[in-house]
């Protein structure tokens, strides 16, 4: 009966150190191992520590995906020809996208980067336009 007790009132202590640490804002599996060594000790100590507040979780933030930046466009630098039939570039993509949205380029608009071998129209590269008409829609 007395090893019983000998474990028991360690482990007794510990709990209770345990759980009033848990309430402080402390950890409790620390605390709990210094109850058990030390008896009501760490017990004492642990009320004249000041209170620990739980900080409030940060705010999930979802950040605004534009469409353009998983386009498989997004990742050339692009020319354009002005109104005045002018080169204008290199410009990446959100820029292109900014220029659709604007009206200064539509489907008849011509295009280069440096995949291409010769200036196309929006309209005659493969979902080219497509992908600019949804990004502007969603904006």
Not at 105 to 125: A, P, Y
């Amino acid at each position: 009966m007395n090893e019983f007790l000998l474990v028991l009132i360690p482990v007794f202590w510990g709990w209770i150190c345990s759980y009033f640490a848990g309430q402080r804002g402390r950890n409790s599996y620390g605390w709990f191992f210094l109850g058990v060594l030390f008896g009501p000790f760490p017990l004492v100590a642990l009320f004249l520590m000041p209170v620990i507040e739980p900080t409030p979780p940060l705010p999930k933030e979802t950040p605004e995906i534009h469409v353009s930046q998983h386009s498989p466009f997004s990742q050339y630098n692009w020319y354009y020809l002005d109104e005045n039939r002018q080169p204008t570039g290199p410009i990446d993509f959100v820029d292109l996208e900014m220029l659709w949205e604007e009206r200064k380029l539509n489907e008849h608009s011509l295009v280069w980067n440096d995949t291409m071998e010769d200036w196309k129209k929006v309209n005659e590269i493969k979902d080219l336009k497509e992908v600019l008409s949804k990004n502007a829609s969603t904006t």
